[in-house]
């Protein structure tokens, strides 16, 4: 509703978030103002080169201003949409209908935390050893976002520890020690699937791919579809 009656829409924060919301904006309600800014100097950084100047120059067709290399100085809220302006670095104001700060999301760690000798990072995520334990106790296993090992916070990066996790648990209760057992890898540099609405995306699968194997694989539906199977819906 506040999104539909907008006229101008700032995005802070160019992440998977942010990049995906102002491509699906875009081509959801192509009459509105839209503006996406991050403080890197390219869309992600961490991956190819290929990738973010593709995905740069998609969305600037699709309309979308992308202010590259500022940082939002006074955002009033993190956790939600707000009608307000946006001071950057370099002293420019830009002003909005709804501005949305998408600048990263701490995990509820709530519960972690109550364990013996658990440690948190920076990042507001559980430090682990090798195996994904956090704490003092041997047999107590983390996984997924409130990890710190070193993945991204993505259901990518869950599709490879619980696989993991799951070979390693079986092993232990077969008696195995821990400490023998193969310790979890991360992702050395995860796959993404960055869809720019339905129709149109990029993707870095081992190397950058365009708009048809991103539509194919999340744009057309979002896993919508995939999630009801799963969920019996
Ligand atoms: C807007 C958005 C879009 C995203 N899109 C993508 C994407 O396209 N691809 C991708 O790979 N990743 C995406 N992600 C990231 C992905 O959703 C997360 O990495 C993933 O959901 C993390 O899974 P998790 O199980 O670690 O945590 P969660 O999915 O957050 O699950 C944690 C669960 O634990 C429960 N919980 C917490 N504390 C307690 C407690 N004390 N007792 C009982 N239960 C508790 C919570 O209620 C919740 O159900 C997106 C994230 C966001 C916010």
Redesign the pocket.
Known sequence: MQLSSAKSVVIVGAG??GTELAGEIAAAQPDKDITLVSSDNTLFPMYPAKLGAQLKRKLERAGVNIVLGQRAENLLHLDRPYAGSVKLTDGRVISADLVFPVIG?R??T??AQTLSGVATAPSGRIQTDKWLRPSKYPNVFIA???ADIGDG??????SRQNPWLIKTLKQALKGQAIEDLKPYVPWKKAPI?LPLGPKIGNSWLFATVGDWVTRQM?GKDLFISKYRKAFGR
């Not at 916070?153 to 869950?158: K, L």
């Open positions: 998977t978030v999301s995990p509820n709530a519960l997924g976002d409130i916070m993505t259901i990518v990066a869950i699937l999340k």
